[in-house]
Nanobody, 126 residues
Framework: QLQLVESGGGLVQPGGSLRLSCAAVGYTLNYYRIGWFRQAPGKEREGVSCISGSDSTTYYAESVKGRFTISRDNAKRTVYLQMNRLTPEDTAVYFC???????????????????WGQGTQVTVSS
């Protein structure tokens, strides 16, 4: 069974950057759609970004568009989320998720995703 491990979270000042990693354990990520989700305290989990399983089509939520960049390195079995110009509103636990979908589109609909990581905390505070 595919296992995902997130890393790269931490404490950063407003305006700073972090790069999150989502690594697959024991399996290739080829043809998997990968999504990044986040959950802030007291709020529902929301979709942030995704990358398709075939041609690397990407999607970004409006709240992060222009600041976050998702990318994948299939050879390293890793998907990255580069987060720039962070604000306190970005504070949340960030999760990556995967589903086998070798098609040229992606969505951040939670119910589409089968495999989930354990999450990594991102705190943006001065």
């Amino acid at each position: 069974q595919l296992q995902l491990v997130e890393s790269g979270g931490g404490l950063v000042q407003p305006g700073g950057s972090l790069r999150l990693s989502c690594a697959a354990v024991g399996y290739t990520l080829n043809y998997y759609r990968i999504g990044w989700f986040r959950q802030a305290p007291g709020k529902e989990r929301e979709g942030v970004s995704c990358i398709s399983g075939s041609d690397s089509t990407t999607y970004y939520a409006e709240s992060v568009k222009g600041r976050f960049t998702i990318s994948r390195d299939n050879a390293k079995r890793t998907v990255y989320l580069q987060m720039n110009r962070l604000t306190p509103e970005d504070t949340a636990v960030y999760f990556c998720a995967a589903v086998l979908r070798p098609i040229n589109m992606c969505y951040v609909r939670e119910s589409d995703y089968i495999y989930w990581g354990q999450g990594t905390q991102v705190t943006v505070s001065s």
